[in-house]
């Protein structure tokens, strides 16, 4: 019988479409900042807030992401898939059961607070685990204006408590300033096509 060894895990969660610095950035933020000692990408086949039109392939995103992560405490995967869940909430309750041994943390950057609350039980995943919000360029007053962050905003932790996040009682979060990565992966896309294969192909030139 084997037995888990507790880890302090946190879990960034997205389309990855694509992968980029940008996540990679936040990923080594994260580990130093909160003292975790891991960061799982959790890659999922759909975002439901997304468009699918310009959705690479699941198997493109998976193995572009672990190109770009390249790190011994960064680990790309495919739980999401395997768990056939498609909200946040969901997963993040198969994780805290499959895993009872480990303290999960959610990562998430400073426009995915900005528009938290049109994500499905949002208000649970407050309630589930410990919240890092880590910021980006232009979100910063607006992810704090942001309804989520003014519903939970007596449970936000101070900055300099950050490295107790992971083993705090939920709810509790906190907002994480750090060197700002203005990558986007929306930009990156629009210089991208897919084929039905799964091919990258080239984008058309604009006509002149």
Not at 45 to 65: I, T, Y
Not at 155 to 165: C, K, P, V, W
Request: charged fraction near 25%; hydrophobic fraction near 45%.
């Amino acid at each position: 019988m084997t037995t888990t060894i507790a880890r302090k895990v946190g879990l960034l969660g997205g389309s990855f479409n694509p992968a980029h610095e940008g996540h990679r950035d936040i990923s080594l933020a994260a580990l130093a900042y909160l003292g975790l000692d891991e960061v799982w990408w959790l890659v999922a086949p759909q975002n439901p807030l997304k468009s699918s039109r310009d959705m690479a392939p699941f198997a493109v995103r998976l193995g572009e992401a672990e190109r770009i992560a390249s790190h011994p405490r960064i680990r790309v995967s495919d739980l999401e898939m395997r768990f056939g869940t498609r909200y946040t909430a969901d997963t993040l309750r198969r994780l805290k059961h499959q895993f009872r041994a480990h303290r999960f943390v959610w990562l998430m950057g400073a426009d995915n607070l900005a528009g938290m609350a049109d994500w499905k039980d949002w208000q649970q995943i407050f309630h589930l685990v410990p919240i890092a919000v880590f910021d980006r360029p232009t979100y910063t007053y607006q992810a704090l204006a942001a309804k989520a962050a003014r519903r939970f905003a007596c449970f936000r932790a101070r900055e300099q408590a950050a490295r107790t996040l992971v083993t705090s009682s939920p709810p509790a979060w906190t907002f994480v300033h750090h060197r700002l990565n203005p990558i986007s992966a929306t930009e990156i896309r629009r210089k991208r096509l897919w084929d039905k294969a799964g091919r990258r192909v080239a984008r058309p030139a604009t006509p002149r």
